[in-house]
C-alpha cells in the first residue's frame, strides 16, 4: 500500500528538485515516475525538451504514460488527445475542424531539468538549487551514471545512513569496511562548499579484488580522506581522495517515491586516466549500495525525527543536524 502521509502535502518538499530517472530513460518516454505520492508522465517534445505533466488525462484520467510520443506530442492511449511542449493539447481526433480545443484540455506541467545525465523534477516552485558538484566541469574528471533503483526505505533512513561512517566495519565489512576504525573522532561539522554541510575525515579501507579498480591501487589496505555532506532535502556527497591523487566523488540520491519508497541512484566523478571501463569503475560502489540497501530495507517506516526518539552518540552528529534541518523545513 502507498503510504503519502508524511511527505505528501508538505509545500517545502514540493519547492525541491528530485532525480526521477536517467536522461536516457525519457529517449523520447513516456515515462511514468512517482515522487511525492503524485505520478508523472514525462517525454521529449518536438525541440529534444523535456515536459512533464500529472499522469493524468484531462479528457477522463487515463495515465499518460500508457500513451505514445508521436512526433515530439504525447499522445492519450484511450482518445488520442495529443499533448505537446508545456503541455498544451493540441489535438482533439473527435472535433470537428476548427472547432477550438477547450481551454482546460491543456495540462499544467511540472519543471523538469536535466543535469548530470539525470532527470530532475520540482513539482513545486524550485526554492532549492540542484545539488552543486563542480566537476562536472572539470575536464580532468569523468562522469559515470549507474542505473536507478527503488529501494523499500524511507528517504529520511537514506539521508540517515549516507552520512554515517560508523556503520563501515559493520554493514560494509564485506567490501571495504574490513579494516575501518571502530572508534572515530570528534568531527568537526562545516560548509564543505556551495550547498553541501558535512565533514572531512580519514578511512583505512580494506582493498579486495572487488574494490581494485575502484582505487587503482593494489595494497590489502589504502587509507583515504573523505568528506561526506549533505544538501536539502535528500542529497548527499561523498568525495574520496586517494594518498595516489585519485578523486573519486559520489553523489547518493534519495528521491521520495512515498514516504517508505525511494528512487536511489549515484553519480560518480573521478579523476582517472579513463582507462577502466564504466562496470569496473561501479563494481565496489554498487557491491556497497547493495550492503546498506539490504540493511535498511530490514527498517520501517520513516526516521524518527524528533531528537528525543531516538539515541544519538558523538559520531552522529551530522546527522543529527540533517534531522534538525528537515524537522524545521517540513514544520512550515
Ligand atoms: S482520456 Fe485521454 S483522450 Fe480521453
Ligand atoms: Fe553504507
Not at 552522529?316 to 517540513?330: G, H, I, Y
Request: proline residues 7%; charged residues 20%; aromatic residues 10%.
Amino acid at each position: 500500500m502507498t503510504q503519502t502521509h508524511v511527505f505528501a502535502g508538505k509545500q517545502a518538499l514540493a519547492n525541491a528538485w528530485y532525480c526521477v530517472a536517467l536522461s536516457s530513460d525519457a529517449d523520447p518516454g513516456p515515462l511514468k515516475v512517482t515522487l511525492l505520492g503524485e505520478d508523472y508522465a514525462i517525454w521529449r517534445d518536438p525541440e529534444g525538451e523535456l515536459v512533464g505533466v500529472p499522469d493524468r488525462c484531462s479528457h477522463r484520467e487515463a495515465p499518460l504514460s500508457a500513451g505514445n510520443v508521436k512526433d515530439g506530442c504525447l499522445e492519450c492511449c484511450y482518445h488520442g488527445w495529443q499533448f505537446s511542449t508545456g503541455g498544451r493539447c493540441v489535438s482533439v481526433p473527435s472535433s470537428q475542424k476548427g472547432i477550438p480545443i477547450p481551454p482546460r484540455a491543456h495540462l499544467e506541467a511540472v519543471n523538469v531539468a536535466e543535469k548530470y545525465g539525470l532527470i530532475w523534477v520540482c513539482p513545486g516552485a524550485p526554492e532549492m538549487d540542484i545539488p552543486y558538484v563542480p566537476w562536472e566541469d572539470d575536464p580532468s574528471f569523468r562522469r559515470i551514471n549507474p542505473e536507478v533503483d527503488i529501494w523499500n526505505v524511507s528517504s529520511t533512513r537514506m539521508v540517515d545512513n549516507f552520512l554515517d561512517f560508523t556503520h563501515f566495519p559493520f554493514v560494509h565489512s564485506g567490501t571495504f569496511g574490513g579494516a575501518t576504525d571502530q572508534e572515530v573522532p570528534r568531527l568537526d561539522m562545516l560548509q564543505l562548499d556551495k550547498g553541501f554541510f558535512g565533514y572531512w575525515y580519514d578511512v583505512r579501507a580494506s582493498n579486495p579484488d572487488l574494490a581494485l579498480s575502484t582505487s587503482g591501487q593494489d595494497e590489502a589496505v589504502v587509507y583515504r580522506k573523505m568528506s561526506s555532506g549533505f544538501s536539502m532535502p535528500f542529497h548527499c556527497r561523498s568525495t574520496i581522495h586517494y594518498e595516489t591523487g585519485l578523486v573519486h566523488v559520489l553523489l547518493l540520491l534519495s528521491t521520495p517515491i512515498d514516504d517508505v519508497t525511494s528512487y536511489f541512484t549515484f553519480v560518480v566523478w573521478r579523476n582517472d586516466d579513463f582507462s577502466v571501463p564504466e562496470d569496473e569503475v561501479l563494481k565496489l560502489d554498487k557491491a556497497i549500495a547493495a550492503e546498506d540497501k539490504a540493511m535498511l530495507e530490514r527498517l520501517g517506516g520513516v526516521l524518527p525525527l524528533r531528537a528525543t526518539e531516538l539515541v544519538s552518540v558523538q559520531a552522529d552528529k551530522l546527522s543529527v543536524e540533517w534531522m534538525r534541518r528537515f524537522s524545521a523545513l517540513v514544520s512550515n
